[in-house]
């Protein structure tokens, strides 16, 4: 019951910090658009595409890393937490140094023979890379801190970090917007690699004098049978975040091969969208990762598997809550939100997050996996799989196929990876794989059908207007808490829900 009210108080943190940084981040998109231009926004999107990458290879790292420090937690071991601290410092700055040797090679050579950018766009879009690639490495290097934090549950700073981050961003908006007389692709480029300078200065400082284990002494805490073993596993988890990074980052250099930097701020705006509206569903699986490690680690594997089929109905209701008013109401939303709105844009959207919802429900069944830490296997095959839709997608574009298509390959990936995290989930931690399909799957999906039918009659009825997208949202929101309530969650899971509101509502009544 304590563990599930630290859940309930980290997850409430950060949907607090959630409702701040989204309406924020979405304004931050549209002045930057509006600064930038079509073109200028595509060109930022794909050369500096290490943006996303950064964000997708510091949660993938840091949930590694994190793993074995709630790991250590649940076994009580203060000692070991020093030595995998010093550990991961070690492992992190090797990964670094090589990534940016790598980036800096290969981003010479898709400048000169892959790239489609104006020829007078062409220095400056370099000048970006570069940028990109330093904020990379400081990413990297910080992944040790991130751990620590996410390991204590230390949501409160989680959402700080967070909510500095993007008033930083709007900032930057502004500031390029209304005040740089010179190029403001290289200020913005620029001046969004100082961000992440000062994220990392505010890791450091904060978890220095924060928690005892963060205390760099190489020698005095270096283990050699630690260093095997999260070698072993850093090795496998990388190679299924690097393969993973190039298939989502190769998504905007082969569009832009075939169509240009037009159709890359298509994928830019697609991608802000998903990852706002995503953003509660994430929180809640940040907030219930460190759980799956310490109930390992405790040998409590029951309440590992329990907390993994509930964390994916839970996350799934939240996307969906979101998502089908969103997605039936896109242009409208668009034309309200952006003063000009890229070619494909809302396509690319609506296809980005039917892929996400597929996704979702197996996302705290990987994080099961990883928490197991028997992943050689399970990575190797993920790996394999990340690779191959986007060789699909070059050659449908080869033989002229549209540019949506790569979506549609996208959500079949999508659709073959749940399928392959089951298989190794049976086998790791002896999921029931009809036990998910029942209690999760069908309850899931069902209930997404059914709000979806009921949301999008008042499309049929009414004219596009504020008042059918207000009434559309309504609807949605009275549709999902009776499918959510009656549909997604079983009795047992609903009664204690009820009691914990029973004694809320006498506690206020006494």
């Known amino acids: 019951m304590q563990q599930a009210k630290r859940v309930a108080k980290n997850t409430g943190i950060l949907y607090l910090q959630m409702a701040i940084t989204v309406l924020i981040s979405l304004y931050t998109t549209r002045l930057v658009l509006g600064a930038l231009g079509v073109k200028d926004f595509g060109t930022y999107n794909l050369v500096a595409g290490t943006i996303s990458m950064l964000l997708f290879l510091n949660s993938s790292m840091t949930a590694a890393s994190q793993r074995f420090m709630s790991y250590a937690q649940g076994e009580g071991d203060f000692k070991k937490q020093q030595s995998i601290f010093n550990i991961s410092v070690i492992l992190h700055f090797i990964i670094a140094l090589f990534i940016v040797l790598l980036l800096e090679v290969v981003g010479g050579l898709l400048f000169k023979n892959v790239f489609i950018i104006d020829v007078n766009r062409l220095e400056v879009a370099k000048l970006v890379f570069h940028f990109m690639v330093g904020s990379t490495f400081l990413t990297i290097i ?56 000062v994220l990392f200065v505010i890791r450091i400082i904060y978890c220095h004098n ?31 975040s690097s393969t993973s990074i190039i298939a ?26 998903s990852g706002q509206l995503s953003a509660f569903s994430t929180t809640l699986l940040k907030a219930l990762n460190p759980v799956f490690g310490k109930s390992e680690g405790a040998g409590k594997r029951d309440v590992m598997i329990k907390a993994s089929l509930i964390g994916s109905k839970v996350s799934f209701f939240l996307l969906i809550f979101f998502y089908i008013p969103v997605i039936i109401e896109m242009p409208y939303i668009f034309k309200f939100w952006l003063k000009e709105i890229p070619d494909f844009a809302i396509v690319f959207c609506r296809l980005q997050l039917i892929r996400n919802l597929i996704e979702q429900p197996f996302l705290t069944i990987e994080s099961s996996i990883s928490a197991v830490g028997k992943i050689k296997q399970f990575k190797s095959y993920q790996s394999l799989l990340n690779i191959l839709p986007l060789i699909i997608t070059y050659i449908l574009f080869n033989i002229n196929f549209p540019a949506y298509s790569m979506y549609l390959v996208y959500i079949s990936y999508a659709i073959l990876m749940g399928g392959l995290t089951l298989y190794f989930a049976k086998k790791t931690f002896e999921l029931s794989i009809i036990l998910f399909v029942k209690d999760v799957i069908f309850r899931c ?22 008042i059918r997208l207000i009434s559309i949202f309504i609807i949605s929101s009275i549709c999902f808490i009776i499918c959510a309530w009656f549909i997604g969650f079983s009795k ?19």
């Open 210 to 240: 924060k928690y005892q284990e963060v205390s760099i002494h190489i020698k005095k805490y270096f283990s050699k049978s630690i260093f095997k073993e999260m070698t072993n596993f850093a090795g496998w988890s990388f190679l299924g």
């Open 248 to 273: 989502n980052y190769g998504q905007g250099i082969v569009l832009n091969m075939f169509f240009g930097t037009v159709m890359n701020a298509a994928q830019g705006i697609s991608g802000q969208i």
């Open 142 to 197: 910080s992944v040790p801190y991130d751990a620590v934090i996410n390991a204590h549950e230390n949501m409160l700073f989680v959402a700080i970090l967070r909510v500095i981050e993007v008033v930083l961003k709007m900032t930057i908006a502004l500031v390029i917007t209304n005040y740089i007389p010179f190029d403001k692709l290289a200020a913005y480029g620029f001046l969004m690699a100082i961000i992440y300078l």
């Open 492 to 510: 047992d899971e609903r009664e204690p829900i009820l009691r914990y509101l029973n004694s809320k509502w006498r506690l206020m009544f006494k």
């Open 445 to 466: 999906f069902t209930s997404f059908t059914l709000i979806f039918i009921f949301t999008v009659i008042p499309i049929i009825l009414f004219p596009e207007s504020f």
